[in-house]
């Protein structure tokens, strides 16, 4: 490609093999170019097998770590009974990554929580969750303040309704023991 364009493509130096801007630009039309071949590869299928009512093809999907966890395997299993001729690819990650995921055409569809100000999206709440205190021995809310608290660090809205909870209903900071990045890890630890 490089004789043929005339340009230097790849720069290859001591820290590694490096993209020029020229470079970059081609990978950049290279996956434009794969992601439009893979559309019309689904939708030639789909007009072959519409006939028979048979949908094909890929379905990407974003999903929230905690979502992927709980939520989405039976949400897959319900659809892949419907409709066995589709296949998934799913992401997971932070819900807060998520929109940059459907942004950039990486994903068809996301499933975060929280809103995260989607503009230029559509969306639709599917559930509603309670925020809980998790306790193996039995506890006084007004004692919170005085006993160890596993902080969890997800996603910032969640953090953010319930570091407003405290401030409404506590006027000292927590006691916080430990600080945890994944749910299963703050179940373990409680």
Same mark, same amino acid.
Do not use: P
């Given at each position: 490609m490089q004789?043929?364009?005339?340009?230097?493509?790849?720069?290859?130096?001591r820290s590694g093999v490096h993209f020029t801007p020229q470079g970059e630009y081609?990978?950049?039309c290279a996956e434009e170019a794969f992601a439009h071949y893979e559309k019309i590869k689904e939708n030639v299928q789909n007009m072959s097998n519409n006939e028979s009512n048979k949908v094909v093809g890929t379905l990407k999907l974003g999903v929230s770590?905690?979502?992927?966890?709980? =939520?989405?395997p039976y949400i897959l299993k319900l659809f892949k009974r419907q409709f066995p001729h589709v296949e998934f690819k799913v992401v997971t990650g932070w819900s807060r990554d998520v929109p940059q995921l459907i942004h950039n055409k990486d994903v068809h569809i996301g499933f975060v929580r929280g809103d995260y100000g989607y503009r230029g999206f559509s969306k639709h709440q599917l559930f509603e969750e309670t925020i809980c205190?998790?306790?193996?021995?039995?506890? =006084?809310i007004k004692n919170l303040p005085r006993l160890p608290r596993i902080e969890y660090r997800g996603d910032y809205l969640v953090k953010s309704i319930i570091d407003h909870w405290w401030a409404e209903n506590y006027a000292q900071a927590p006691f916080i023991s430990i600080e945890v990045d994944q749910?299963?890890?703050c179940k373990e630890m409680v």
């Open positions: 004789e043929q364009l005339g340009v230097t493509i790849v720069t290859r130096e081609l990978v950049h770590n905690f979502f992927a966890n709980y =939520e989405l205190i998790a306790s193996k021995d039995e506890i =006084e749910v299963d890890t």
